[in-house]
């Protein structure tokens, strides 16, 4: 018989997308309850912290197995744990920046990657001018060294700050070379193959949706 803390395969192809963005919002708040002394807790509370229902949160984690006990609630600690292993948080994982414009300059400036295992170990730029220079303590390259750069420094995700313009050619180019996971903070819609993973941050998107609570 598998125990509650037993581990049970996970097909990544019946887990809903919606659920797996969901996951890192459980570790944040788990983490968050973890600081504050917290050792064990409900799906009610975990719901009224993330305003989420306490189903809903009892259905995402059913995808991945068993947690916690009935009347008892989950261990903080090692619900996190767990998550974090599903979610890969377990392991560091190195990126490169592609466009170091004032944008690129400041993702690569950003303290938050690195505790949480992502590491920014390249920066690329399409303009020569630039090629050569320090940012970040790393010399920006030229996206001519991409291939080579990716196999020897096993990087996995790709992070897009270029114009809205260029976007989609430099996605294609982190296709071609092997990257399955691109973060693109352009203002676009882009193609990929369905193996390749993309996560938009688009600010204005989020403004616009927010005026729409604000007319008067």
């Known amino acids: 018989m598998r125990s509650d803390n037993s581990p ?3 097909d990544a192809e019946i ?19 973890a600081s504050a002394g917290v050792e064990v807790i409900s799906s009610e509370q975990l719901g009224a912290h993330l305003q989420m229902t306490p189903a809903q949160i009892r259905k995402d984690l059913s995808y991945f197995g068993r947690f916690g006990k009935q009347g008892r609630g989950y261990d903080v600690d090692n619900l996190a744990e767990r998550l974090r292993s599903i979610l890969g948080l377990d392991s560091q994982w190195n990126a490169a920046v592609i466009g170091i414009g004032r944008l690129g300059r400041a993702v690569v400036a950003y303290p938050g990657f690195e505790p949480e295992g992502f590491r920014i170990v390249a920066t690329f730029d399409a303009d020569e001018r630039l090629v050569g220079h320090e940012v970040g303590s790393m010399r920006v390259q030229s996206l001519n060294e991409l291939a080579s750069t990716v196999h020897e420094r096993n990087i996995k995700i790709g992070i897009v700050t270029v114009p809205a313009s260029h976007a989609q050619e430099v996605i294609n180019l982190l296709v071609r070379v092997g990257i399955k996971a691109i973060l693109n903070y352009a203002p676009i ?3 990929v193959p369905p193996d390749v993973r993309v996560r938009g941050v688009d ?14």
Do not use: C, D, H, N
């Open 8 to 10: 049970e395969p996970i």
């Open 189 to 191: 819609a882009p193609v």
């Open 15 to 33: 887990v809903p997308e919606v659920v797996v963005q969901r996951l890192p919002l459980y570790v944040r708040a788990l983490s968050q309850f």
């Open 203 to 216: 600010p204005v998107l989020s403004l616009q949706s927010m005026t729409f609570y604000l007319k008067t």
